[in-house]
């Protein structure tokens, strides 16, 4: 029933969240802004040929003039969007990384924890071991079974015969084709 008055816990906003965002939003203006140029672009290229027909060239080489430095615009505001996704990419990475290391800190303090302990444990152990007397035997006990005689002579002479033994073959060189 309390955790209906309780009231829940904030999730704080980091420095990196802030940038995140902030970039995020000037990124959209940008897609905006370049969206409403390109609607721009095709009103006065529209113009520009009615212009032409009425003619009236000074007036539609200005639109023209107008329409390649609108263009240019774009080409830097292109530059910008990208580095401007260059830069978001490398603040959540740089998030995911402090993660990641901060895991690992974790872990690591953890295992060199658990290691010293069982260290110092393994080591009272075998100080124990050597105070009480009790001796490790270095070597297995010898076994009990008789183990087979070991022949006296060389085989005879007409067992060797009796194995085929393998003739060496004469190697030809063969010219190829």
């Not at 690992?104 to 110092?120: P, Q």
């Not at 006990?141 to 003739?167: F, G, I, W």
């Amino acid at each position: 029933m309390g955790h209906l008055f309780s009231k829940k816990k904030r999730s704080s906003v980091t420095e990196q969240d802030r940038a995140v965002l902030q970039l995020k939003t000037t990124r959209d203006k940008i897609r905006q802004y370049q969206k409403r140029s390109e609607a721009l672009l095709e009103k006065d290229r529209e113009l520009a040929k009615k212009l032409l027909l009425a003619h009236k060239k000074e007036r539609a080489k200005l639109l023209l003039r107008k329409k390649r430095f609108i263009e240019d615009q774009l080409q830097r505001t292109d530059g910008q969007l990208e580095n401007i996704e260059r830069m978001i990419q490398d603040l959540e990475f740089a998030q995911i990384e402090i993660k990641e290391i901060s895991a690992l800190l974790c872990g690591f303090a953890a295992a060199t924890g658990l290691t010293e302990d069982e260290l110092d444990a393994e080591l009272d152990a075998l100080l124990q071991q050597d105070s009480s007397g009790d001796k490790i035997p270095e070597l297995p006990s010898v076994p009990e079974e008789q183990l087979p005689d070991v022949p006296q002579e060389e085989p005879s002479a007409a067992a060797a015969k009796s194995r085929p033994q393998k003739s060496p073959q004469k190697r030809t060189a063969v010219e190829a084709s």
